[in-house]
């Protein structure tokens, strides 16, 4: 048995000019644009997918800063839960908002020791070029 899939983006625009005008007035438009973006779906993965329709938002004109913010909205949002979103905050290296506190007392912490390793023997302060080696 076999087994074929695909899966189509299809953008189709048009721009009419205002009535009145003889042609174009503007070098900005393009009278008719059609985008047909294909892609094999038999395998594709979520990531493949999200990457195949980043591109065909990118055809479109959206802004990669947009595109980025919208696919964050998917997991970010009052619709998920929190287990889940911060399954992606660890797999992506990611802190969420409300454990800023609890890494800046990490920081602190570790400053701290730094600072105390950093001390040489009887408490005197080594210069860097002596921490290097």
């Known amino acids: ?24 007035t503007s070098d900005d438009f393009i009278p008719e644009e ?9 395998d594709l993965n979520a990531k493949q997918y999200f990457k195949l329709f980043e591109k065909f938002l990118l055809c479109v004109g959206m802004d990669p800063v947009s595109i980025r913010s919208g696919a964050m909205s998917l997991v970010f949002n009052d619709y998920v839960r929190e287990e889940d979103q911060r399954k992606v905050c660890s797999e992506y290296e990611l802190t969420m908002d409300e454990d800023l ?8 912490i570790r400053d701290e020791e730094f600072a105390r390793l950093k001390k040489g023997p009887m408490g005197t302060v080594l210069e860097d070029d002596e921490t290097t080696t």
């Open 1 to 24: 048995m076999t087994y074929n899939a695909e899966i189509q983006f299809k953008f189709d625009a048009t721009f009419e000019p205002t009535y009145g005008t003889s042609s174009w």
């Open 101 to 108: 506190d609890k890494k800046f007392e990490e920081w602190k």
């Open 34 to 42: 059609h985008y047909l973006i294909t892609a094999p779906a038999a």
